[in-house]
T-cell receptor, first 114, second 116 residues
């Protein structure tokens, strides 16, 4: 069964610190990887996508992908209290890059303390 | 990013009644939409894939006769929860796939369904 695993947390970091969120996936055929942010009671919001091994930076966010290790991570620099949310790792079902079918991890709850 | 609108945002219904939830892609055409259900403190569970002009594909364990999906146009998919029961109370979220977006999916605002 295809799976995406995340530590549910909560992960607590002080304001201004770097938050590191990790995700592993089981399907070696997956090609597209996403991080979504979900505030309580709201729907997920796409914050990062990554498709190739290495790092991808966008503002305070950096996504890292290692396909050999089947590992995706998200770094949030200069964490702010407004970053407090649940972060969902999502991986496309192999062979479905043209349909958008995703498998989600259980999410990691991040708490940024002032 | 692409805009997906879901309506209603909240609904309360009585047991045994049916509820329809709409999901619209506002600025793009979506041949494929997805319906998820999320229970408190749990992740999103894919219920079904909605395909424009054809029957929906349901995930294992999801009753297709209870969760009716219609995708009659390139911008609208609907989910009808039939004969709702309290255990159907959940957060239902749709997403739409943007062609040529390398798998990106954008979510509607979600619908909080409470069955009393």
């Amino acid at each position: 069964q295809k799976e995406v695993e995340q530590n549910s947390g909560p992960l607590s970091v002080p304001e201004g610190a770097i938050a590191s969120l990790n995700c592993t996936y089981s399907d070696r055929g997956s090609q597209s990887f996403f991080w979504y942010r979900q505030y309580s009671g709201k729907s997920p919001e796409l914050i990062m996508s990554i498709y190739s091994n290495g790092d991808k930076e966008d503002g305070r966010f950096t996504a890292q992908l290692n396909k050999a290790s089947q590992y995706v991570s998200l770094l949030i620099r200069d964490s702010q209290p407004s970053d407090s949310a649940t972060y969902l790792c999502a991986v496309n079902v192999a062979g479905s890059s043209n349909t958008g079918k995703l498998i989600f991890g259980q999410g990691t709850t991040l708490q940024v303390k002032p | 990013g692409a805009v997906v609108s879901q309506h209603p945002s909240r609904v309360i219904c009585k047991s045994g009644t049916s509820v329809k939830i709409e999901c619209r892609s506002l600025d793009f055409q979506a041949t494929t939409m997805f319906w998820y259900r999320q229970f408190p403190k749990q992740s999103l569970m894919l219920m079904a894939t909605s395909n424009e002009g054809s029957k929906a594909t349901y995930e294992q364990g999801v009753e297709k006769d209870k969760f009716l999906i219609n995708h009659a146009s390139l911008t609208l998919s609907t989910l009808t929860v039939t004969s709702a029961h309290p255990e159907d109370s959940s957060f239902y979220i749709c997403s739409a796939f943007v062609q040529a977006s390398r798998g990106k999916a954008f979510f509607g605002q979600g619908t909080r369904l409470t069955v009393v």
